[in-house]
């Protein structure tokens, strides 16, 4: 039997409160960290945003460079020469080959592009994998419409057609900005700001809100 009738239920309760302080500590210890990792979450999709945000603003003036309408020599003349070709219709080729290098030259901004669009995507859904789509069928076009003039249509068409007159044309409003209205290249390019805007600025905009600074 215990010495003193209350030493039995006194140890009782200190155990008692020494598991509910435990405890205390633990459901604190539990809520901090998912605080700390809703927090961390937040944190990388803001950063996301900041970096889409960033590549599209950053569209605009890599697509002027690639296509500006002045071309210098200096950037074709690399260029392979077919044979029997003369000077005149290699530079009419020289333009279009000029896209491309100019591509080439842009190909850090592409390779970011291809790797942060997969994360935007899985965190912020379909509506973002649509607006990438947007900037990805212009670069298409641009492409494209480079590697047809510089090495698939011959320069002078064997069988001159208005179809064929339409589709050069059509090529060409693709290669150089300005040159053909509408511009679809530059639809698709405003419709891709356009739409990450609306995604990703109310993003940034809020959690500065939270933080106090607007």
């Known amino acids: 039997m215990p010495a003193h009738p209350w030493e039995f239920g006194w140890t009782q309760v200190l155990t008692i409160i020494g ?21 961390l979450i937040e944190e990388r999709r803001v950063n996301i945003a900041l970096d889409v945000l960033s590549i599209a603003h950053e569209s605009k003036f890599v697509f002027a460079r690639i296509r500006d309408p002045n071309g210098f020599e200096g950037e074709w003349k690399t260029m392979p020469i077919r044979d029997g070709e003369n000077e005149i219709d290699r530079s ?14 842009h190909a850090d901004y592409f390779e970011r592009v291809s790797r942060l669009q997969p994360k935007a995507i899985a965190v912020f859904g379909a509506k973002t994998e649509k607006a990438f789509e947007r900037l990805n069928k212009a670069e298409t076009f641009v492409r494209d419409a480079a590697m047809q003039l510089t090495w698939q249509l011959p320069v002078h068409p064997e069988k001159p ?54």
């Open 161 to 214: 057609t208005n179809e064929n007159f339409e589709t050069r044309m059509r090529l060409r409003g693709d290669l150089w900005a300005g040159f053909q209205k509408p511009d679809r290249v530059e639809v698709e390019l405003s419709a891709f700001r356009s739409e990450i805007e609306a995604i990703f600025q109310s993003v940034i905009q809020r959690k500065f809100r939270v933080s106090g600074w607007f």
């Open 19 to 39: 598991f509910a302080i435990t405890i205390a500590i633990a459901i604190g210890g539990f809520r901090t960290f998912g605080r700390w990792k809703r927090e």
């Open 92 to 105: 009419r080729r020289g333009g279009p080959y000029a896209i491309l290098v100019r591509l080439n030259n």
